[in-house]
């Protein structure tokens, strides 16, 4: 079963715009992980958001958490070419060796 | 530093073969955890071990086995390959839980069964 389920599923936007993707989650977590993953390549961490957080930051990249709505968003600013990938959020399940990804949203920069 | 390590990146199987999945990492890491992801999903956790000496059922373990052999590495062993395990397995590790930090990912092993 999946925890957590990305909002779009694919997103394209022009060179420049900002994305937004949004994240779902049903159970109660610790904290909340937003992933990238190039074309045929590993996943690489992008930020980590604990539960009594509600917003941060790191470079382009602004994340929220709602946990009253079970809820996260990852906003990509003034998107690149090289953003286009897919972004996976995660979420720690019953233990914190457990980490749950979503379906993902697969996000197109067009140049 | 290499990061961490899959062998092999490919490999074909037919129904019923044995195979062993290679993960190596030179982090020093504690954990160490084995995912697949099919075609248009996330990915679901197989195995996961915690810590030298121990391994603990994720999501999907049926039909695999795993073993740590030491703190560096950790093993995915397909007894009897079924069409359903075709999919890309992904090594990962961690300092400490899952939830506490960043995990480390490999580029993935993509297994076709036949």
């Known amino acids: 079963s999946q925890q957590g389920e990305e909002d779009p599923q694919a997103l394209s936007i022009q060179e420049g715009e900002n994305a937004t993707m949004n994240c779902s989650y049903k159970?109660?977590?610790?904290?909340l992980q937003w992933y990238r993953q190039n074309s045929g390549r590993g996943l690489v961490h992008l930020i980590l958001i604990r539960s009594n957080e509600r917003e941060k930051h790191s470079g382009r990249l602004r994340v929220t958490l709602d946990t009253s709505k079970k809820s996260s968003s990852l906003l990509i600013t003034a998107s690149r070419a090289a953003d286009t990938a897919s972004y996976f959020c995660?979420?720690?399940?019953?233990?914190?060796?457990?980490?749950?990804f979503g379906s993902g949203t697969r996000l197109l920069v067009r140049p | 530093n290499a990061g961490v390590t899959q062998t092999p990146k490919f490999q074909v199987l037919k129904t019923g073969q044995s195979m062993t999945l290679q993960c190596a990492q030179d982090?020093?890491?504690?954990?160490m955890y084995w995912y697949r992801q099919d075609p248009g999903m996330g990915l679901r956790l197989i195995y996961y071990s915690a810590s030298e000496g121990t391994t603990d059922k994720g999501e999907v373990p049926n039909g695999y086995n795993v073993s740590r052999l030491n703190k560096r590495e950790f093993s995915l062993r397909l007894e009897s390959a079924a069409p359903s395990q075709t999919s890309v397995y992904f090594c990962a590790s961690s300092w400490g839980g899952a939830n506490t930090g960043e995990l480390f990912f490999g580029e993935g092993s993509r297994l076709t069964v036949l």
């Open positions: 995660a979420t720690d399940k019953d233990s914190s060796y457990k980490l749950i």
């Open positions: 159970t109660s977590i610790n904290n």
């Open positions: 982090m020093n890491h504690n954990s």
